[in-house]
């Protein structure tokens, strides 16, 4: 879906299209709105609450609550009717990009399989909005909304790499795939054994982009595309939403869409191991001893565990060629929303500058992260008697932790590394965040790469 944002030629439209008044709750009397509407919006029990809209057709008013949700005019998109709006009131170079974001987010539909498109709201941004980083970044958050989105059924692992193709074509990059027992003789042995179960063959998707002298940026995003749990078969409530299991992929391609859009000077590459976790008389048990990329051997305590095994072997690759940078993205573990909940994307990582940097930037973007602790003392949690490492704990203590714990040995001690345990999906809906496959972190990230790798 096209993000509905006039574009520079037309803002003399601004004249012509409604305006939209911005009301605090209890504030509507303060209001510069015109007398008639504030008389109208009271009698119909408008008065600034939070996402609240109301128009006459001549005008509109948007509440803004106590004002905490910078991404509020969402609301205005999602309920006004089609047309042209202009936002009557003055904003601040930040206010005004996070607003016209909001709006251009509040326009997300995932209408793959329904026959009506909705009709929508057109903005004419202020002056002072980045309109052409705002685009980018509103068309990678919608990428990732409907990728993660998109059922099992019809995004698979060669689907999910025909999207990788398809925005490989769009921005110029290359990629190159490994597939099935291709695997094995390339040496990706636990991305194989976690999707040789499946009908749809296992593989590694590999895209690179951009100047091949300049710092490397890798991304490695978990690429599950749906996790029955393997031989520890997961529930019904636990299988519910496992279509969302690649979404640490659909962040990595969410987040190369900006850098490559925007041109950032890195030599980007993208690694996906994409695989389904299912069942068959060829899949991997609990108990098996895999063999890693890396050479240690893995003691495997549950196949519902699945994606740090296919990611270790994608972080050892990535490695090999000791970027600038390396970031994991993964769907990775329930311990992590019993942490912090759907909303706030935990990470890992040991160098406290960009770390510092991140959480600027998240503080900026309105994309909150998390910082989480890489706490040595509990790797003997991942201690196995016969075999290198095991790759989950025997207990139910610090799950998110002891999984980044597990995944580091695989980075390298060497390499500057950054991990994410998202969640990928809202359940409950917010103005411009509909309840479904969500983008986390990855404006957060830009911001920062954007600073690091300026064009």
């Not at 993000?3 to 409604?18: C, I, V």
């Not at 970031?327 to 994307?345: E, K, N």
Request: with cysteine; aromatic share 8%; hydrophobic share 45%.
């Amino acid at each position: 879906m096209a993000p509905h944002l006039l574009s520079d030629y037309e803002r003399a439209a601004a004249n012509a299209a409604t305006k939209i008044y911005m009301v605090r709750d209890g504030g509507l009397n303060e209001s510069d709105a015109p007398q008639g509407l504030k008389q109208l919006a009271q009698i119909n029990g408008f008065n600034g609450e939070t996402g609240g809209v109301f128009s006459d057709g001549e005008a509109a008013l948007l509440g803004l609550g106590d004002g905490s949700d910078p991404l509020i005019a969402a609301a205005a998109a999602e309920k006004l009717p089609e047309g042209d709006y202009v936002f009557a009131d003055s904003l601040e170079k930040d206010a005004a990009d996070l607003a016209v974001l909001g709006w251009l987010l509040g326009g997300y539909r995932f209408d793959r399989y329904k026959q009506q498109k909705p009709a929508l709201a057109r903005l004419v941004a202020p002056e002072n909005a980045d309109a052409a980083a705002l685009r980018r970044a509103a068309a990678s958050v919608f990428l990732v909304r409907d990728l993660v989105n998109t059922p099992a059924g019809d995004m698979g692992p060669a689907a999910l790499e025909q999207a990788a193709r398809n925005l490989a074509s769009e921005m110029g990059a290359q990629v190159e795939t490994i597939v099935g027992e291709d695997l094995l003789g390339q040496n990706f042995p636990m991305i194989h054994a976690v999707g040789r179960a499946a009908k749809g063959s296992p593989r590694l998707i590999d895209m690179r982009w951009g100047d091949e002298n300049a710092p490397k940026l890798t991304l490695v995003g978990k690429g599950v595309t749906f996790d029955s749990g393997g031989l520890n078969i997961k529930g019904a409530a636990g299988m519910a939403l496992m279509k969302k299991d690649m979404g640490g992929s659909a962040h990595c391609l969410g987040l190369a869409r900006m850098i490559m859009e925007a041109g950032l000077k890195v030599r980007l590459r993208v690694l996906i191991p994409a695989v389904e976790n299912a069942i068959s008389g060829d899949a991997f048990r609990p108990g098996d001893i895999l063999k890693s990329r890396k050479g240690l051997t893995v003691e495997i305590g549950n196949t519902d565990a699945e994606g740090r095994l296919v990611i270790a072997d994608a972080l050892t690759y990535g490695g090999e060629e000791a970027p600038d940078l390396m970031i994991s993205l993964a769907t990775l573990t329930g311990a992590a929303r019993v942490a912090l909940g759907p909303d706030l994307a935990p990470y890992y990582c040991d160098d406290a500058d960009l770390c510092g940097a991140l959480e600027r930037s998240a503080v900026k973007t309105f994309d909150p992260v998390w910082r989480m602790p890489l706490w040595r003392g509990y790797e003997s949690m991942l201690s196995s008697q016969i075999a290198d490492v095991n790759h989950i704990t025997g207990g139910n203590f610090a799950g998110s932790v002891t999984a980044a714990l597990f995944l580091k040995k695989f980075a390298g001690e060497a390499a500057h590394w950054m991990h994410f345990d998202l969640y990928a999906w809202r359940p409950k809906a917010a103005p411009g965040r509909p309840s479904g496959g969500e983008a986390q972190a990855i404006r957060a990230l830009f911001d920062v790469f954007s600073d690091r790798y300026r064009p």
